[in-house]
């Protein structure tokens, strides 16, 4: 089962990846009171759509676990696009902090370091 949403706001757009739904709706929440557009989708073949349907897109917000899938993947995938990525995971690596343009952010999410990171990342 694939989930789009496409919250209406007045600033940039933000592509949220997570396939749980209150997670979902509570960063969106989050996101869209600091004045954010934001997009979602709840698997890696739906955010790759996304992207694609939005170009002026330039931050992904990504889950490490999706069923099936991987953040990492999605990264991967976007990796030759102009884009910032925040990977959460409640079982971050360390392996993983090499990547370029990435933000982790270890679950559960304190929100205001992920308000943070946001603006830093659309200031790049």
């Known amino acids: 089962m694939t989930n789009?949403?496409?919250?209406?706001?007045?600033?940039?757009?933000?592509?949220?990846?997570?396939d749980e739904p209150f997670i979902v709706d509570e960063l969106a929440s989050l996101l869209e009171d600091e004045g954010y557009c934001v997009v979602t989708a709840n698997s890696l073949r739906l955010a790759v759509s996304m992207v694609e349907c939005f170009p002026s897109l330039r931050l992904v917000m990504t889950d490490m676990l999706l069923p099936g899938e991987s953040g990492l993947e999605l990264?991967?995938?976007?990796?030759?696009?102009?884009l910032a990525f925040i990977l959460t995971s409640?079982?971050?690596?360390?392996?993983?902090?090499?990547?370029?343009?990435?933000?982790f952010i270890k679950k559960p999410v304190d929100l205001s370091a992920l308000v943070y990171a946001v603006k830093v990342a659309h200031q790049r």
């Open 4 to 18: 789009y949403s496409n919250r209406q706001g007045q600033g940039p757009t933000i592509l949220i990846v997570d």
């Open 75 to 82: 990264i991967e995938r976007l990796s030759k696009r102009d």
């Open 90 to 103: 409640g079982h971050l690596d360390t392996d993983t902090t090499t990547l370029a343009n990435t933000v």
